[in-house]
């Protein structure tokens, strides 16, 4: 696949044969799109996220669970997939303040 702007549909690539154009795909857990934007990667991040703190509401309810141990489990799991590949996002000004 290639991402592109353009709106053909396919191309021919000598070396690689016919290439389906797309205005995006999501690559080894990334979204590329055509834009350059980082905006849909980290909203997509924090769906994500979300989803694993709610997975473990469980553990967040239990009273026998201590603070300590609740919150090494939100750096271990619930951040880690936030900031998964996070080094190569863009952040503008009206994300960061989102």
């Known amino acids: 696949m290639i991402v592109d702007r353009e709106h053909d549909n396919n191309r021919e690539i000598k070396s ?17 799109d055509n834009s350059g934007s980082c905006e849909k990667k980290i909203r997509q991040h924090i769906q994500q996220a979300r989803v694993a703190m709610t997975k ?31 080094e190569a996002w863009t952040v503008k000004r009206q994300i960061e303040l989102a």
């Open 16 to 32: 690689v044969g016919r290439c389906e154009v797309v205005q995006s795909f999501v690559y080894l857990g990334s979204l590329i």
């Open 56 to 86: 473990l509401t469980k553990i967040w309810r239990d009273h026998n669970i201590t603070k300590a141990t609740k919150m090494s489990l939100v750096q271990s799991l619930v951040f880690s997939i936030f900031l998964y590949a996070s």
